[in-house]
């Protein structure tokens, strides 16, 4: 199952943020329209994400109550003219969260700039654990050090968790 290093922040806006990922030459990939519907299941957390028209369910175990946000995760592509009614007839939808996010990529790490309904605006750091734990951590403290980001001020819940406590 692929891991990666997350971190959550609100933001004001995202004028320094873009400011500072040009000048290290991240690249803007595209603008993602993004509807993520949540499932109750006891085990880990279950989304179906519909995303500029295609489906993905994705399934991720992540534990929020340590100092790092290490995610494990699996991603199922989904076809079909409708997988949301599919997915209805046997998982329980718990919420629904919709976003419009800017992609950026910078060397393993996604940045996603985030404007959520209901919630506002936010930035999302993912670095993929693919040369070790060691490696990515330095590859994220570097980002998150760039972007002067606080560690202290990131939210260690998903945007599911956020909207349920709203």
């Given at each position: 199952m692929p891991c990666n290093l997350e971190l959550k922040s609100k933001v004001e806006n995202f004028d320094s943020i873009i400011k500072a990922l040009n000048a290290l030459g991240a690249?803007?990939?595209?603008?993602?329209n993004q509807c993520?519907?949540?499932?109750?299941?006891?085990?880990?957390?279950?989304?179906?994400?519909?995303?500029?028209?295609?489906?993905?369910?994705?399934?991720?175990?992540?534990?929020?109550?340590?100092?790092?946000?290490w995610s494990n995760y699996d991603i199922l592509h989904l076809e079909g003219s409708d997988p949301r009614s599919y997915l209805a007839?046997?998982?329980?939808?718990?919420?629904?969260?919709?976003?419009v996010r800017i992609l950026y990529i910078y060397k393993n790490t996604r940045i996603h700039?985030?404007?959520?309904?209901?919630?506002?605006?936010?930035?999302?750091?993912?670095?993929?654990?693919?040369k070790g734990e060691a490696d990515a951590q330095q590859r994220f403290n570097?980002?998150?050090?760039?972007?002067?980001?606080?560690?202290?001020?990131?939210?260690?819940?998903?945007?599911?968790?956020?909207?349920?406590?709203?």
């Open positions: 690249k803007e990939e595209m603008v993602l993520d519907v949540y499932y109750d299941y006891p085990d880990f957390k279950l989304k179906l994400r519909i995303q500029n028209g295609k489906n993905h369910l994705i399934k991720y175990l992540r534990d929020e109550s340590g100092p790092d946000r007839d046997f998982l329980k939808e718990s919420i629904v969260v919709e976003k700039l985030d404007d959520v309904k209901e919630l506002g605006l936010f930035i999302e750091l993912e670095t993929i654990m693919d570097f980002l998150v050090n760039e972007l002067k980001l606080d560690l202290n001020n990131q939210i260690k819940m998903g945007y599911k968790e956020l909207k349920e406590s709203k």
